[in-house]
């Protein structure tokens, strides 16, 4: 009940007013019967975006820390997330990827749409990287179409570490639906997951057109904060400035 009155009353209206997005291909997803709708990540917003445009629910695997978080400001977050029907999802280890996946199974038994972001975390420049194979498992064991979406502008608009939005041009748009049903029975073979995921960045690719990156997003933020880490610590600053 709170989705749908997020979603029509609270804040769905005034998303739309805000960001005034541009809907492409939206016939694109499926009116009834399970599917994934597998996006880039850009922004904190396109959690909210894509389920204010669609005309169906859509539940998506939301990282754990927003259901975590400390002090009233996590109680609340958490309590949304909740309310409106999110799954918490431990992206630490390899027994929580497959814990993710039986969540992600469990909406599609439910005929519903399942929401996911291959590259397991929002892109910190704007890039496109590399995607998990967890939307594979998921396409394979379910035998269900993926639609492919791009968020463009959202970046933009709401960039990481950027608490209110700022006004921009935004646009939404879906793709084709991807059958792997060619592959079925196949979701233990590592090279098959691995050629579906990749099938799926392409056509986001295709629809976002941004640079592509061939590796995961959490190893080069890692990276580039032991980076500038080291930096800090071989050139620190003058208290002077």
């Given at each position: ?62 990282k ?89 502008g ?11 939005p700022?006004?921009h ?23 098959v ?12 690719l ?36």
């Amino acid at each position: 009940m709170f989705y749908y009155l997020l979603k029509y009353v609270l804040l769905g209206p005034l998303l739309r007013m805000i960001f005034r997005p541009r809907i492409e291909g939206l016939k694109h997803v499926p009116d009834s019967g399970p599917a994934i709708v597998a996006g880039n990540h850009l922004s904190f917003s396109d959690h909210f975006l894509m389920p204010a445009i669609l005309r169906r629910r859509i539940t998506f695997l939301a990282k754990a820390e927003y259901f975590t978080g400390p002090g009233l400001k996590g109680r609340l977050t958490a309590a949304f997330f909740r309310s409106a029907g999110q799954i918490p999802v431990d992206r630490s280890g390899k027994e929580a990827g497959q814990a993710a996946i039986r969540e992600g199974l469990g909406v599609l038994r439910k005929d519903e749409l399942l929401g996911i972001y291959p590259e397991g975390t929002r892109s910190h420049d704007g890039r496109l990287y590399k995607g998990k194979v967890g939307v594979a498992v998921m396409a394979l064991k379910a035998g269900v179409p993926v639609v492919p979406c791009a968020m463009i502008g959202t970046f933009e608009a709401q960039p990481p570490g950027k608490v209110v939005p700022r006004i921009h041009p935004v646009v939404i748009r879906f793709g084709k639906p991807l059958d792997f049903s060619r592959y079925a029975g196949m979701e233990e073979e590592k090279a098959v997951l691995r050629a579906v995921t990749d099938e799926i960045m392409y056509a986001i690719l295709s629809l976002s057109e941004q640079e592509y990156v061939d590796q995961y997003a959490a190893v080069v933020k890692a990276e580039q904060t032991a980076a500038a880490g080291e930096k800090e610590r071989r050139f620190p600053r003058s208290p002077l400035g």
